[in-house]
């Protein structure tokens, strides 16, 4: 292989030995590829994020469901939140008891709502309706409430859960109209949770989140848990060397609030935290292929297999992902690498602005958009970085194109498919011909 435009995945030896074109032609593109080594790091810095004894770190399945992925979560000792009946499905599926899930819904059906309590697995609820519905269904036992803080974070106003606008969370002013209702259908408030957002990169938000939940804590004496939410951003722009989230302050910082909150409660309450992106992103990058390059208008387009269909984010949140190129030693040979300019060490100085497309038809079917790389040949491998949260779970079957493979690279540096990729048989599985 040509190392054409490398310095992340080098820096971090993503692929432990293996080349990212053998990969793609092995598997074919697009394709999802994780390190496990990454993942576990990820998942234990979290884990590890206070001293506080009596803490729990849920990953957020939302992020990355993939049933591997979530048993290598469930080894390194975390728990998981779910979203759906299909997440706790797959979350047991995956080996996690019914008491280390935790059903966070929003809007569900009374079907959708008595799943989990089948199961045996902790509801919250965020509405006033919902808590009614759940009292109908489920009297005398166990629910959470989901309360809106007042205080949202997030990278796109898209994912910003708690403020003035959003459909999340219960407002505080509805309290005694929470306990009410617990004690008409004899509920206990085993919990409460919020979240505030996705994405932040610096800990004010999440901290000042955590006073205003704390005062809604106060109204209720008996709580087993409080569950501060995920959000816990990672830095996308690598390339740059944006700064990573200071966990370490965070943590200190954290730790100081929630052993000052455990005296004042007068024990040591459980506190939760439910983390998606910062566990799942950084040990994905999602392997594509360009089949096209041309000049537009004085654009350079390079099209590749990755449309919005596979990775949604940017086009839906405009987000960045840093973009790599490895080159093939058989589609250097056969397109003449030598018009490439390449370094050959991976740090190519030779960049110009390249609008990266997928396959998709729609105009609006952008990867990245003016960005500056190296020179860009049909049959380059593209390197899409940070792709491991939110990528397959938002993947979809638009166009009638196959959802992609994943792989996991494990710690002794083997790759194993963990996913196989959709078939054409696959599309009309579920369709009835008339
Ligand atoms: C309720 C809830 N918890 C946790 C998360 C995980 O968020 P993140 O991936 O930003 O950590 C989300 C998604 O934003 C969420 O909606
Ligand atoms: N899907 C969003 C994050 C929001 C997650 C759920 N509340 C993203 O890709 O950034």
């Known amino acids: 292989m040509q190392k054409i435009y490398t310095k992340v995945t080098d820096e971090m030896n993503f692929y432990e030995g293996n080349d990212p074109t053998a990969l793609a032609k092995e598997y074919g593109t697009p394709l999802y590829v994780y390190n496990e080594r990454i993942l576990r790091t990820r998942c234990r810095e979290l884990k590890n994020l206070v001293t506080y004894p009596n803490f729990v770190a849920d990953f957020s399945a939302k992020a990355n469901s993939n049933l591997a992925f979530l048993q290598i979560v469930r080894s390194e000792g975390l728990e998981v939140d779910a979203m759906s009946p299909g997440e706790i499905y797959i979350e047991k599926a995956a080996g996690f008891k019914s008491d280390e899930i935790f059903y966070i819904c ?89 979240h505030i957002g996705s994405l932040f990169m610096t800990g004010e938000a999440f901290l000042s989140s955590i006073h205003s939940l704390f005062d809604i804590a106060r109204q209720f004496p008996d709580l087993e848990f409080i569950d501060l939410g995920g959000g816990f951003g990672i830095p996308y722009h690598k390339e740059t060397d944006e700064a990573r989230l200071d966990l370490k302050s965070l943590g200190t910082e954290l730790d100081k609030e929630l052993y000052a909150f455990a005296e004042e409660y007068g024990r040591q309450v459980k506190f939760r935290i439910e983390p998606g992106r ?157």
């Open 106 to 194: 929003n809007n569900v059906s009374e079907e959708e709502m008595q799943y989990a309590v089948s199961e045996g697995v902790l509801v919250s609820v965020d509405s006033i309706s919902q808590l009614e519905q759940y009292g109908r269904l489920a009297p005398n036992t166990r629910v959470a409430v989901r309360f809106n803080p007042g205080v949202g974070a997030g990278h796109h106003d898209k994912v910003v859960t708690a403020g003035k606008k959003t459909k999340f969370g219960v407002d505080p002013s509805c309290i005694p109209l929470v306990k009410e209702i617990l004690k008409k259908y004899n509920l206990t408030l085993a919990g409460i949770n919020q």
């Open 278 to 434: 910062y566990i799942s992103a950084e040990c994905c990058v999602l392997l594509g292929q360009v089949h096209s390059v041309k000049e537009n208008s004085g654009i350079t387009y390079a099209g590749c297999d990755v449309g919005f269909n596979v990775l949604a984010r940017p086009v839906m949140y405009d987000s960045y992902h840093g973009i790599e190129i490895y080159r093939s030693n058989d589609a250097a040979a056969q397109n003449g690498a030598d018009k490439t300019h390449s370094t050959g060490d991976g740090h190519d100085n030779n960049l110009q602005p390249v609008t990266v497309v997928g396959n998709i038809c729609e105009s609006g079917d952008i990867l990245a958009k003016d960005r500056m790389l190296p020179p860009v040949m049909e049959k380059d491998i593209l390197g899409i970085l940070d792709a491991g949260a939110y990528g397959f779970t938002m993947s979809s079957n638009y166009n009638n194109r196959l959802r992609p493979a994943e792989v996991l690279i494990r710690e002794s540096g083997e790759a194993v498919l963990i996913r196989e990729r959709d078939t054409l048989e696959d599309l009309k599985r579920h369709m009835i011909s008339i």
